[in-house]
């Protein structure tokens, strides 16, 4: 399983695409997000530069591994690849885990790239908020690997990507990735994995710790997408 992970690490960072709309995209919108916004301060005190850093952190990791990894699946199973794979000592668990935990891993490029932009702009917290908050966006990345596992299996390998979109972009949408949720739309936000996504970001802000709520949803949701990622190779396993 550590080979076919590594495979699909060196894989992905060899992909130009990936290295365009993941990491270089997300950092071209910061600045976009700085500029129309000001450099003053959001709703509730937070620093403008400090809150599009980490939507932008989230939307690069988000789409990383939504698209690339529901993509990639898609053409493996057109391919054959899939097929191939089954006939080895390879079980379905391993091929699941290996195909999330190498998404995951790809994350971190998009996450860091951003944060230096950040940093550049202005954007001062202590070292160990930085540490924490890198590695929160990391392992909430997890969530979405799982999702994007899931969603290769579920469609059509000639509509993933329209289908990946299009959730991909709802969910942004809704979930403060452009502005901040409030409201009455928070209400309806809780139920939306990349709101909770960018909540574990509040602890970087005076008086708040870190929200558990938004740990417990993202853990709830990891649960349920890797249960249907991994219901779903089976179903194609049965198909094959």
């Known amino acids: 399983m550590t080979t076919l992970i590594l495979l699909e690490i060196a894989r992905t960072l060899r992909n130009r695409k990936y290295l365009l709309f993941t990491v270089l995209y997300?950092?071209?919108?910061?600045?976009?997000?700085?500029?129309?916004?000001?450099?003053?301060?959001?709703a509730g005190g937070l620093p403008v530069k400090t809150y599009f850093m980490v939507s932008m952190a989230t939307f690069g990791a988000v789409g990383g591994v939504l698209t690339?990894?529901?993509?990639?699946?898609?053409?493996?199973?057109?391919?054959?690849?899939?097929?191939?794979?089954?006939?080895?000592?390879?079980?379905?668990?391993?091929?699941?885990?290996?195909?999330?935990?190498?998404?995951?891993?790809?994350?971190?490029?998009?996450?860091?790239?951003?944060?230096?932009?950040?940093?550049?702009q202005g954007v001062r917290m202590a070292a160990a908020?930085?540490?924490g908050l890198a590695l929160a966006l990391?392992?909430?990345?997890?969530?979405?690997?799982?999702?994007?596992?899931?969603?290769?299996?579920?469609?059509?390998p000639d509509s993933v990507q329209t289908i990946v979109m299009i959730a991909y972009m709802a969910m942004a949408l809704f979930g403060g990735t452009w502005f901040p949720v409030t409201g009455s739309l928070e209400d309806y936000a809780r139920f939306n994995p990349v709101y909770l996504y960018n909540r574990l970001?509040?602890?970087?802000?005076?008086?708040?710790?870190?929200?558990?709520?938004?740990?417990?949803?993202?853990?709830?949701?990891?649960?349920?997408?890797?249960?249907?990622?991994?219901?779903?190779?089976?179903?194609?396993?049965?198909?094959?």
Do not use: C
């Open 68 to 120: 690339g990894g529901a993509q990639r699946i898609a053409l493996e199973r057109r391919s054959g690849w899939v097929r191939q794979l089954r006939l080895t000592a390879l079980p379905g668990r391993a091929y699941t885990i290996a195909k999330i935990a190498a998404s995951a891993v790809t994350t971190l490029p998009a996450i860091l790239v951003v944060f230096a932009v950040g940093a550049t």
């Open 129 to 131: 908020d930085w540490a």
């Open 26 to 42: 997300p950092a071209l919108m910061y600045f976009f997000f700085i500029n129309a916004y000001g450099s003053g301060e959001l």
């Open 201 to 240: 970001a509040t602890f970087t802000e005076p008086g708040h710790g870190l929200d558990l709520a938004a740990v417990a949803g993202l853990g709830g949701f990891l649960v349920v997408f890797v249960a249907a990622a991994a219901a779903l190779y089976r179903r194609d396993t049965r198909q094959a």
């Open 138 to 156: 990391w392992l909430g990345s997890f969530v979405f690997a799982a999702l994007g596992v899931a969603l290769g299996y579920a469609a059509a």
